[in-house]
């Protein structure tokens, strides 16, 4: 039974930073990639950003650029995202997935995406 579970989140004042964690367990494949999503109240999901297995191709949405960065660790099944520089706009549910080996360029959509979690909540005070 495929599980992932994302913790992490919580409540920061404006300019601060968080760390979100994801772990993935009894995914029977080697190779996934995996991203996060946020979903804001009455908004639709948004792709943030998106890693391949490797960890070598990594991308972003425009919003998040400069201000997060996605990693991880394949040993310990864990995808992170460091986000620093956040902004009241970036207050939303956050939820982890994994998917194909690799980002394809419909990654922000998140159809490509076969597992997720049931997310965590980042609250940013301005």
């Known amino acids: 039974q495929v599980q992932v579970v994302e913790s992490g989140g919580g409540l920061v004042q404006a300019g601060g930073s968080l760390r979100l964690s994801c772990t993935a367990s009894?995914?029977?494949?080697?190779?996934?990639?995996m991203g996060w999503f946020r979903q804001a109240p009455g908004k639709e999901r948004e792709g943030v950003s998106c890693?391949?297995?490797?960890?070598?191709?990594?991308y972003y949405a425009d919003s998040v650029k400069g201000r997060f960065t996605i990693s991880r660790d394949n040993a310990k099944n864990t995808l992170y995202l460091q986000m620093n520089s956040l902004k009241a706009a970036d207050t939303a549910m956050y939820y982890c997935?994994?998917?194909?080996?690799?980002?394809?360029?419909?990654?922000?959509?998140?159809?490509?995406?076969?597992?997720w979690g049931q997310g965590t909540q980042v609250t940013v005070s301005s």
């Open positions: 890693i391949t297995w490797s960890g070598r191709s990594t």
């Open positions: 009894g995914l029977t494949s080697d190779d996934y990639a």
């Open positions: 997935a994994a998917g194909w080996d690799y980002c394809p360029g419909s990654w922000p959509l998140g159809t490509d995406f076969g597992y």
